[in-house]
């Protein structure tokens, strides 16, 4: 199994920013998809940004030029840095390890942008 724990979430202002991180542990296999989704209030879970083993990124257009993926590979860890943060950023983001046995998700991690 796969374990997968998050952090920095939070309330920010409109326009200001927050990293998020996730830290996986258990039986990682080195080729893997990390990344992180959200899922607003009466919402549906959506994709917010990818990244691949290899450094390969995805990222919704919604957050495009505003969000940044990155990840440490050797602590088995991704981030996501948030500028620019908007009211409707506002959703718990979940975590997400993907590899060829199955995807694996974090408990999610609150983020609220107030106007």
């Known amino acids: 199994q796969v374990q997968l724990v998050e952090s920095g979430g939070g309330l920010v202002q409109s326009g200001g920013s927050l990293r998020l991180s996730c830290a996986a542990s258990?039986?990682?296999?080195?080729?893997?998809?990390m990344g992180w989704y959200r899922q607003a209030l009466g919402k549906q879970r959506e994709l917010v940004a990818t990244?691949?083993?290899?450094?390969?990124?995805n990222y919704a257009d919604s957050v495009k030029g505003r969000f940044a993926i990155s990840r440490d590979n050797a602590k088995n860890t991704v981030y996501l840095q948030m500028n620019s943060l908007k009211p409707e950023d506002t959703a718990v983001y979940y975590c997400?390890?993907?590899?060829?046995?199955?995807?694996?998700w974090g408990q999610g991690t609150q983020v609220t942008v107030s106007s």
């Open positions: 258990g039986n990682i296999v080195d080729f893997n998809t």
């Open positions: 997400n390890l993907r590899d060829f046995r199955k995807p694996f």
């Open positions: 990244i691949s083993s290899g450094g390969m990124t």
